[in-house]
């Protein structure tokens, strides 16, 4: 298996920069997951490593060796396509065969390891059907299989689950990430669903208009955004960001912020904002409590019963809205004044340029991060 | 056996009676349309197969009567019409590989983003809309005269004598002016199909190491094999009966040498006035054209099934 580097990688497409110098030094056997919204880029970057796109300015190694002109299929990279891709007039032995045939591999040691790969996905019995015969859970394995079997240094994946439906897609998560252990590939994935980000990944690259926003952990970036944009990116519901001032700060770091309606006191390391500059609160659903000796006062105006969780949207005194994530055990019904308590512990600080004041307590979860 | 209780059909439920009602209903609504579409194609096909059977030459109205099978045995054992057969085996044989060869390779090249692709597409498909006869006429009188020809400008340019085409390889030259004539229908047809192949199937193949030449042959190819047989079922459906083109340029000639079944049969009725004779020959490229057509429409469904 594979490293691979982006040097400050560029993609120029009619004098509009799509990728705008990404850079990011990927360890042999990590799984590595791009997200983003749409349109940030994410899809070129990886179409740019498998080498269907041109490389505008930087460069790509693939285990030390720079690949920017190198064919795709020289490059040792296989990819698995979002709409699959598969050669319909061909069997599926016939599509797993493909790249061995054209590679010059002998017919017996073709069988061999198409056998070997059929069986890892559980294929055997379709190996004489079409793609056209197959159900969509079936064809995404094949489209799998057809990377698998070119024994490649980098596997690719494009949004690989997004045409399953919801049952499957968990399915086949867990499939992947499993057939990842066992294979102990190099992976680049690209997906826009978080679940999938957060479930599988090793580290996260969080991108936004051809910019790399944060590259980390999956709890790194949820519960340490570098960021407003990881902050609003991560995360469902979304984390509730409140506009907010600056009151007074501690000698040992610890922020006074105070909002319209509240204030609280955030563990923030020193030499942050001065007083009375201007930032943003940011809280996450999880982390407001609902408190009857609560400082925070607010009237429900929807609750969303999940069964396992209750979304409770409420309003504040100043009209802005929040959600608050509570147990799906919980009563409050649309209208209820309710009393909340914000755990400052929880808390984020992000300044005026939207980026996050750096904490003077580390989270639990990411001791030695 | 398992117990299943079975109902004997009950034929005079009201139900029944009025959907029975309704079918006959539409039968007779139907029925006109159907009726002038059998003596549409019936009744000339009874004409033919009768007169085929009997003497009948408009020059000579002494002759007459019942003519057993002499019609077809005239026909079958005169060498014009094996050479006819063959003729009409070339044409068919020949524009077919031109226009399906070259059109795939044109509808691939004109899939491609090139500056002025747009005008250039309407160029390759325009001489699908100029008549049989005016372009035959273009071919014979603008580009191949012998004297005035544009070619032959060409070669006197270079120093060469001009060949006089029609005279010297009459049915080449023929399936070169019908070939140019069919090519924008399988472009067009072949570059439509080529625009619904999926791109990321040529990214995967080329993931997968496959050059130019095999991305076109394993991916392209098959993509397209629907629709070239498409083509060469409609475009075998008319050029079994090409006419305008041969009665323009060469009328058949030097002798038979370019003439095919359809250009026989005209001059049997209309040269030679002999009308039994003309109605075995057409009863006879019936049975051509439905013996293609079968062979036609086996693989058109095999390729059709999956």
Not at chain 1, 252 to 272: A, F, K, N
Request: a negative charge; hydrophobic letters at 45%; charged letters at 15%.
């Amino acid at each position: 298996m594979a490293t691979v580097e982006l040097r400050n990688l560029r993609k120029t497409y009619l004098h509009e920069e799509i990728i705008k110098g990404v850079s990011l030094a990927i360890a042999e056997r990590e799984f590595i997951v791009f997200v983003g919204p749409s349109g940030c880029g994410k899809s070129t970057l990886l179409r740019m490593i498998a080498g269907l796109e041109d490389i505008s300015a930087g460069d790509l190694l693939i285990d030390g060796q720079r690949v920017n002109d190198t064919e795709p299929a020289r490059r040792g990279v296989a990819m698995v396509f979002q709409s699959y891709a598969l050669y319909p007039h061909m069997n599926v032995y016939r599509n797993m065969e493909f790249s061995l045939r054209l590679a010059g591999m002998p017919e017996a040691e073709r069988r061999q390891r198409i056998g070997d790969v059929a069986r890892i996905l559980q294929l055997d019995p379709y190996l004489d059907h079409k793609p056209g015969q197959l159900s969509g859970g079936q064809r995404q394995r094949v489209a799998i299989g057809r990377a698998i079997v070119r024994n490649p240094r980098v596997f690719l994946f494009d949004e690989p689950l997004s045409n399953l439906d919801a049952a499957l897609r968990g399915q086949m998560r867990v499939e992947l990430a499993s057939l990842h252990r066992r294979l102990d590939a190099t992976t680049i994935y690209v997906t826009h669903d978080q679940v999938e980000a957060m479930t599988m990944a090793d580290r996260i690259v969080v991108l936004d208009k051809g910019v790399v926003e944060q590259i980390g952990t999956p709890l790194e970036l949820y519960h340490r955004p570098r960021n407003l944009f990881v902050a609003r990116f991560m995360g469902s519901p979304p984390m509730n960001l409140l506009p907010a001032t600056i009151n007074a700060h501690d000698p040992d770091g610890t922020m006074q912020v105070r909002t319209e309606t509240l204030s609280v006191s955030i563990p923030t390391q020193q030499g942050g904002l001065e007083v009375g500059a201007p930032a943003t609160l940011g809280i996450r659903p999880e982390h407001i409590r609902i408190d009857p000796q609560g400082a925070v006062q607010g009237m429900v105006e929807v609750s969303e019963r999940l069964g396992a969780v209750t979304l409770l949207h409420v309003r504040l005194p100043d009209g802005q809205m929040i959600v608050v994530q509570t147990g799906g055990d919980n009563t409050d019904s649309a209208d209820t004044p309710i009393c909340m308590t914000f755990e400052e512990e929880h808390c984020h600080l992000f300044d005026a340029d939207g980026m996050a004041l750096a904490r003077s307590t580390d989270h639990p979860l990411l001791a030695g991060a | 056996m398992d117990k299943v209780a079975v109902h004997p059909p009950v034929m005079d439920n009201p139900a029944g009676r009025a959907a029975r009602g309704r079918h006959l209903q539409g039968f007779v609504l139907q029925s006109p349309a159907i009726m002038l579409l059998l003596l549409w194609s019936v009744v000339p096909l009874l004409m033919t197969l009768w007169y085929s059977l009997r003497n009948y030459n408009l020059v000579d109205p002494t002759q007459q009567g019942f003519a057993g099978i002499n019609n077809y045995w005239y026909l079958l054992t005169d060498p014009d019409f094996m050479t006819s057969l063959e003729n009409t085996a070339i044409l068919v044989g020949g524009v077919l590989a031109i226009s399906v060869g070259l059109g795939t390779l044109l509808a691939v090249l004109y899939n491609e983003a090139f500056a002025g692709r747009g005008i250039a597409r309407v160029l390759v498909i325009s001489p699908f809309f100029i008549m049989p006869t005016v372009a035959a006429l273009l071919w014979k009188n603008l580009m191949l005269h012998p004297i005035y020809g544009v070619y032959s400008a060409m070669m006197r340019a270079v120093g060469l004598t001009p060949i006089d085409w029609l005279s010297r390889y009459p049915l080449a030259t023929l399936v070169m002016i019908v070939a140019w004539e069919w090519l924008p229908f399988a472009v067009l047809i072949l570059l439509t199909a080529i625009q619904s192949l999926d791109m990321e199937q040529k990214e995967a193949a080329r993931m997968d190491g496959a050059g130019m030449v095999a991305q076109f042959i394993n991916i392209t190819l098959p993509h397209l094999s629907r629709a070239i047989t498409v083509v060469i079922m409609i475009e075998t459906i008319f050029l079994l009966t090409i006419f305008a083109e041969i009665s323009v340029t060469t009328a058949g000639g030097p002798g038979v040498a370019s003439t095919n079944l359809a250009f026989l049969i005209y001059s049997r009725a209309l040269l030679q006035f002999d009308v039994g004779g003309a109605s075995a020959g057409g009863v006879v490229a019936i049975v051509v054209a439905n013996i293609v057509a079968a062979f036609l429409l086996r693989a058109v469904a095999r390729n059709l099934e999956t």
